[in-house]
């Protein structure tokens, strides 16, 4: 028999319905209240959902609900999430159940022996369009490691794989049903968990950490108004939900309902869900809208000590739907790393030659001292899911969103992008299309010869594009998915990610836990650093690395300060496979011809 104990302190009475797999009733029994928890046991492999009693607008003995500690979760054939919505009626045997699962034994993390380079990706956006027998599942993702280990990636990122509605609506998978639960439909058989926890161990075999989005700041049940009833609401809302004094929700997450991290109810539910996760041998999460987190700074701290227990990294998106922003020393744990928002505006800005940006690229390449207390904390990136894809940032000026059904309002307009004088790619001149590859190997160099930790999205190696759609959360279509006839006609984009993750694996600087502080140096063309405002270029120097960013629209001539003797190993000026050449050009004389827009990177050899 399996225990199953369930906190619902405003809760007057819970029973357990326990269903066969048509959705059909076998049985109910009430659960023993034992303090603000009921408890009772049912046999392994049992679907059972909960129904829940007491004194509140939001209790609803007419809808079997799910155990919000539920490790998994089955849908009866009937389900239908529309009845879950309406007070009063019945959902028993439509709506989602859990499965009762005996703890299976907790797997390690196993931490990459390299530099930490990120791949965030969405499993079936990556392997929906693969040529095997189960696309979109863990199972297809195992196919894609030995190209994203030869890329060079050492962490690949999963976008949240917390079982979700299927009929929701969101591709991405932020509206989570149940935290410690893994989406089913990425599995191929009856134990998604299982089949996540073979990828993980398929993963570490190619030395790739895995690092799961989770997302413990709402759920999708959504607003009162139109949202169902599926677990939490219906249990004990009080007990899980923000509120105010009227009953009605405060969110902060523009989805409805903020989880309250204040709850002692809530607080063992998310710890539960972590251990859970933590069990399949994931070696690091990253929490989406974590400043909600930080509601409690008590709970982040105890959260903070149950990573180091664990062995687990912690990454905060430092920041909600509404304002609130913690990033790096304003965030109240040490040790978490950060998506760095700054990192990413200054360095869009300076990428597509915004003035005022020097003194900014600083900081930013150095790991931003000015806002972290670690350069590793600094997660360094310019596109991820959430935004135009890497491409689409330098082919579109405007967002194209009318396939999300709302009208072209949903999305951000400040997306800091630069279209290279055409937008989109239809009929766009020659000179445009090769602007934008120069532009996006820019890009890649930008982030990987930068301190911290660098991260890139799901194709983004290969051109992936969107076609401008910068909120793509609804779209479980072609433009979401990998595009692998694509990838091949961007070949010459892979192989020149693939040589420079290898140029950052061989310098460890750019991965070390400790500031450069002296050991770098910054120079402008003419020698020393140039910070005025019409400035748009800046070198640095670094464990025999050197690197010069000229972002203006002019062609200069670099003066190379730093002793050589130096071989051009990056040029993105140059046509491929010239661009980047490991072994390197030498260079004469102490100056170089920087193109307009281009990257040169130098490094010094020994001799010549």
């Given at each position: 028999m399996?225990?199953?104990?369930?906190?619902a302190?405003?809760?007057?009475a819970v029973?357990?319905?326990?269903?066969?797999?048509?959705?059909?009733?076998?049985?109910?029994?009430?659960?023993?209240?034992?303090?603000?928890a009921?408890?009772?046991?049912?046999?392994?492999?049992?679907?059972?959902?909960?129904?829940?009693?007491?004194?509140?607008?939001?209790f609803?003995?007419s809808k079997?609900?799910?155990?919000?500690?539920?490790?998994?979760?089955?849908?009866?054939?009937?389900h239908?999430?529309?009845?879950?919505?309406?007070?009063?009626?019945?959902?028993?045997?439509?709506?989602?159940?859990?499965?009762?699962?005996?703890?299976?034994?907790?797997?390690?993390?196993?931490?990459?022996?390299?530099?930490?380079?990120v791949?965030?990706?969405?499993?079936?956006?990556?392997?929906?369009?693969?040529?095997?027998?189960a696309?979109?599942?863990?199972?297809?993702l195992?196919?894609?490691?030995?190209?994203?280990?030869t890329?060079?990636?050492?962490?690949?990122?999963?976008?949240?794989?917390?079982?979700?509605?299927?009929?929701?609506?969101?591709?991405?998978?932020?509206?989570p049903?149940?935290?410690g639960?893994?989406?089913?439909?990425?599995?191929?058989g009856?134990?998604?968990a299982?089949?996540?926890?073979a990828?993980?161990?398929?993963?570490?075999?190619h030395?790739?950490?895995?690092?799961l989005?989770?997302?413990?700041?709402?759920?999708?049940e959504?607003?009162?108004?139109?949202?169902?009833t599926?677990?939490e609401r219906?249990?004990?809302d009080?007990?899980?939900?923000?509120?105010?004094?009227?009953?009605?929700?405060i969110?902060?997450?523009?989805?409805?309902?903020?989880?309250d991290?204040?709850?002692?109810?809530?607080?063992d539910?998310?710890?539960?869900?972590?251990?859970?996760?933590?069990?399949?041998g994931v070696?690091?999460?990253?929490?989406?809208?974590?400043?909600v987190?930080?509601h409690?700074?008590?709970?982040?701290?105890?959260?903070?000590r149950?990573?180091?227990?664990?062995?687990v990294?912690?990454?905060?998106?430092?920041?909600?739907?509404?304002?609130?922003?913690?990033?790096?020393?304003?965030?109240?744990a040490?040790?978490?790393?950060?998506?760095?928002d700054?990192?990413?505006?200054?360095?869009?800005?300076?990428?597509?030659?915004?003035?005022?940006l020097v003194?900014a690229?600083?900081?930013?390449?150095q790991?931003?001292?000015?806002?972290?207390?670690?350069?590793?904390?600094?997660?360094n990136?310019?596109?991820?899911?959430?935004?135009?894809?890497l491409?689409?940032?330098?082919?579109?000026?405007?967002?194209?969103?009318?396939?999300?059904?709302?009208?072209?309002?949903?999305?951000?307009?400040?997306?800091?992008?630069?279209?290279?004088?055409?937008?989109?790619?239809d009929?766009?001149?020659?000179e445009v299309?090769?602007?934008?590859?120069?532009q996006?190997?820019?890009?890649w160099?930008?982030?990987?010869?930068?301190?911290g930790t660098?991260?890139v999205?799901?194709?983004?190696?290969?051109g992936?594009?969107?076609?401008?759609?910068?909120?793509?959360?609804?779209?479980?279509n072609?433009?979401?998915?990998?595009?692998?006839?694509?990838?091949?006609?961007w070949?010459?984009?892979?192989?020149?990610?693939?040589?420079?993750?290898?140029?950052?694996?061989?310098?460890?600087?750019?991965s070390?836990?400790?500031?450069?502080?002296d050991?770098?140096?910054?120079?402008?063309?003419?020698?020393?650093l140039?910070?005025?405002?019409?400035?748009?270029?800046?070198?640095?120097?670094v464990?025999?690395?050197?690197v010069?960013?000229?972002?203006?629209?002019?062609?200069l001539?670099?003066?190379?300060?730093?002793?050589?003797?130096?071989?051009?190993?990056?040029?993105?000026?140059?046509?491929?496979?010239?661009?980047?050449?490991?072994?390197?050009?030498p260079v004469?004389?102490?100056?170089?011809?920087?193109?307009?827009?281009?990257?040169?990177i130098?490094?010094?050899h020994?001799?010549?």
């Amino acid at each position: 028999m399996i225990p199953v104990r369930v906190r619902a302190p405003g809760a007057g009475a819970v029973t357990l319905v326990e269903f066969d797999r048509n959705g059909g009733e076998r049985g109910r029994q009430h659960l023993d209240r034992d303090g603000d928890a009921f408890a009772g046991e049912v046999p392994e492999d049992a679907v059972y959902g909960l129904v829940a009693e007491g004194d509140g607008p939001r209790f609803d003995p007419s809808k079997v609900l799910v155990d919000p500690w539920a490790t998994e979760v089955w849908f009866p054939p009937g389900h239908d999430r529309a009845l879950a919505t309406e007070r009063g009626v019945d959902n028993a045997g439509r709506g989602p159940l859990a499965v009762a699962r005996r703890r299976s034994e907790p797997r390690l993390p196993r931490p990459t022996t390299r530099g930490h380079i990120v791949y965030e990706l969405h499993v079936r956006g990556m392997t929906r369009r693969t040529d095997v027998d189960a696309p979109a599942t863990f199972g297809a993702l195992v196919g894609q490691l030995p190209r994203l280990a030869t890329l060079g990636v050492t962490v690949i990122e999963l976008m949240p794989v917390h079982q979700n509605d299927p009929q929701e609506g969101s591709y991405w998978g932020y509206m989570p049903l149940a935290f410690g639960a893994v989406h089913r439909q990425y599995a191929t058989g009856d134990d998604p968990a299982a089949e996540l926890a073979a990828f993980v161990a398929a993963a570490h075999d190619h030395d790739i950490e895995v690092w799961l989005d989770v997302v413990f700041n709402h759920t999708t049940e959504v607003d009162e108004a139109t949202g169902p009833t599926y677990s939490e609401r219906g249990l004990d809302d009080a007990a899980f939900y923000r509120l105010r004094p009227d009953g009605s929700y405060i969110e902060t997450t523009g989805c409805g309902n903020d989880i309250d991290v204040t709850s002692p109810v809530a607080q063992d539910l998310v710890l539960s869900s972590l251990d859970r996760l933590a069990d399949l041998g994931v070696d690091g999460f990253r929490f989406d809208l974590a400043a909600v987190l930080a509601h409690d700074v008590g709970f982040v701290e105890t959260m903070t000590r149950w990573a180091r227990q664990r062995g687990v990294v912690m990454i905060a998106e430092p920041w909600d739907a509404v304002g609130g922003h913690l990033l790096g020393r304003a965030w109240p744990a040490a040790g978490w790393r950060h998506w760095n928002d700054a990192f990413r505006d200054d360095g869009r800005g300076f990428l597509r030659a915004e003035p005022g940006l020097v003194s900014a690229m600083v900081q930013r390449v150095q790991g931003s001292p000015d806002l972290v207390a670690d350069p590793l904390e600094s997660v360094n990136f310019l596109a991820c899911h959430d935004g135009f894809t890497l491409h689409d940032l330098v082919a579109y000026d405007h967002k194209h969103n009318a396939a999300n059904g709302w009208g072209g309002t949903d999305g951000s307009d400040a997306n800091r992008s630069w279209n290279c004088g055409w937008e989109g790619e239809d009929a766009a001149p020659d000179e445009v299309l090769a602007l934008r590859r120069r532009q996006l190997r820019n890009a890649w160099c930008l982030v990987m010869m930068s301190h911290g930790t660098p991260m890139v999205g799901m194709g983004d190696e290969c051109g992936r594009t969107q076609d401008g759609n910068n909120n793509a959360y609804n779209q479980d279509n072609t433009t979401s998915w990998f595009d692998w006839e694509r990838a091949a006609e961007w070949a010459d984009l892979e192989r020149f990610c693939t040589e420079l993750l290898a140029l950052r694996h061989r310098h460890p600087a750019l991965s070390q836990p400790r500031w450069w502080a002296d050991a770098v140096s910054f120079s402008g063309a003419q020698g020393p650093l140039d910070e005025s405002y019409e400035s748009r270029s800046l070198a640095w120097c670094v464990d025999d690395l050197y690197v010069i960013a000229n972002a203006w629209w002019e062609p200069l001539r670099w003066t190379i300060l730093p002793a050589g003797p130096w071989r051009r190993v990056v040029d993105t000026s140059l046509a491929p496979p010239d661009d980047i050449d490991p072994a390197g050009v030498p260079v004469a004389g102490t100056t170089y011809d920087v193109a307009p827009r281009a990257v040169v990177i130098l490094e010094r050899h020994p001799s010549v």
